[in-house]
């Protein structure tokens, strides 16, 4: 929802998109359509121009009606759009100021079918957000949707390339003590796992066991300039296998976490949030997962958007896992999505006092990056989660109390409260059902 009544408070911005639309259908709508469904979702309205200081204004529509008479005839045609995702609700005509407005919302699209693109090569037709505009998307990014298109994961795939002296069986011994899975050999364990797999009459390590045991040269060879990296003020950063290297690093973070005596579920909150990067990382993408320290946070980044379903992981959504051979054998560790993930790890931060983790996707080329706060903001409970709606609500544009609280992980009266307070500071607006920010 916005505040239609007051639309000069609003502006472009990466979820609203303004066009005149005086003179019909504009064409650049559908560049705005891709770029909305391929990156956060967003608000499309027609019949509102921007003014001198970009702020918006209400124009005269001619026929609203048959504007959207027209919007739907056009994106039912062939080659306009490779996937129609709008039901009937997303589009209707509002009024600001006794002038119509066509105001249509596009949802994120689910990854099945990203990229939606335009005309018939997604290649050349794939958009994205960005800022106050939309932006042709790389070829990197059109291939990193692509991949995601499918389920299963590729972490599964046979690496008919490599035999299995590619793996370090000092490293699959240290994480059989680790586990207890002493009871298997080696190779049987990894078979077990996913780790290998018949090729032909041959074994062979899978992907995934590549990268969780493998020797450095075997995975240089096949994931070339993906291997994760360490990084803070003291250290440079080095490149392992995912095992010695999520053991490594959780030691070396945990010395960064300032609480005295050491606590067991932040030990374990440090241990998923690397686990997520390293489970969710596209090792096809650009770069690799990075592990930081400074003075003031820990940050995990991995390669590739964010999979999830419409609620957070942060607040317990469903996981969606890019590499769910790698999820299973960080499952063994205690360190999965599956047991407690990123809201686990919210829940262990918030109770150390600490504010809440933050997790953001970054575009151009796809990260997602998870922020783990480690000096205290000063703000009170109800402070912070005041913020974390309004960050909410930068994100999605509009939402009624019991989305926001399912998608924060929050109770629907402490999320009322906040927003009670948040809309008589004048920070948001609402209908008495749907809330969004003021301008």
């Not at 359509?33 to 121009?49: E, H």
């Not at 003014?51 to 001619?62: E, G, I, N, Q, Y």
């Not at 999605?396 to 109770?411: K, P």
Request: net charge negative; with cysteine.
């Amino acid at each position: 929802m916005l505040d239609l009544a007051h639309i000069e408070q609003y502006r472009e911005n990466n979820r609203v998109e303004a066009k005149r639309a005086q003179g019909g259908l504009p064409h650049s709508i559908w560049e705005t359509y891709s770029s909305f469904a391929n990156t956060y979702g967003g608000i499309l309205l027609l019949g509102v121009a921007e003014t001198a200081d970009k702020s918006f204004a209400a124009v005269h529509l001619p026929d609203p009606e048959g504007l959207v008479r027209e919007f739907w005839r056009v994106l039912r045609l062939p080659g306009v759009v490779s996937e129609q995702i709008l039901t009937p609700d997303c589009v209707e005509i509002a009024h600001s100021g006794g002038e119509p407005i066509v105001v249509i919302r596009i949802p994120r699209a689910d990854r099945h079918v990203r990229p939606v693109y335009i005309g018939g090569d997604p290649y050349t037709g794939s958009y994205r957000r960005s800022g106050e505009g939309d932006y042709r998307c790389s070829a990197e990014e059109v291939r990193s949707m692509l991949r995601d298109r499918t389920d299963g994961g590729r972490d599964s795939r046979v690496l008919a390339e490599l035999a299995m002296d590619a793996i370090d069986w000092d490293t699959v011994a240290r994480y059989q003590a680790r586990t207890g899975q002493s009871g298997l050999s080696g190779r049987e364990l990894l078979r077990e796992m996913g780790g290998a797999a018949w090729d032909g009459g041959t074994l062979r390590p899978t992907a995934a066991g590549l990268l969780m045991f493998g020797r450095r040269p075997a995975i240089q060879r096949v994931f070339p300039d993906r291997g994760p990296s360490f990084g803070d003020a003291s250290a440079g950063a080095w490149t392992d296998n995912l095992y010695d290297f999520y053991r490594d690093s959780c030691a070396r973070l945990m010395t960064a976490v300032p609480v005295p005596d050491r606590d067991p579920m932040l030990e374990a909150a440090v241990g998923e949030a690397v686990a997520n990067g390293l489970i969710h990382a596209d090792y096809e993408a650009q770069g690799g997962v990075l592990v930081r320290r400074s003075a003031d946070e820990i940050a995990v980044a991995n390669p590739g958007a964010f999979r999830g379903d419409a609620i957070h992981p942060l607040s317990g959504g469903r996981s969606d896992p890019r590499n769910p051979v790698l999820s299973r054998m960080f499952r063994l560790l205690d360190a999965s999505p599956s047991h407690g993930g990123l809201a686990g790890v919210g829940q262990a931060w918030t109770r150390a006092g600490l504010p809440a983790p933050v997790l953001r996707e970054q575009f151009g080329p796809d990260r997602t990056i998870l922020t783990l706060p480690l000096t205290s903001d000063g703000l009170s409970p109800e402070e912070r989660t005041q913020q974390r709606i309004v960050e909410w609500l930068t994100d999605h544009v509009s939402g009624t109390a019991a989305r926001i609280a399912v998608n924060l992980g929050l109770d629907l009266g402490r999320t009322q409260r906040c927003l009670d307070a948040l809309s008589d500071a004048g920070a948001v607006v609402t209908d008495g059902v749907t809330y969004a920010l003021k301008g």
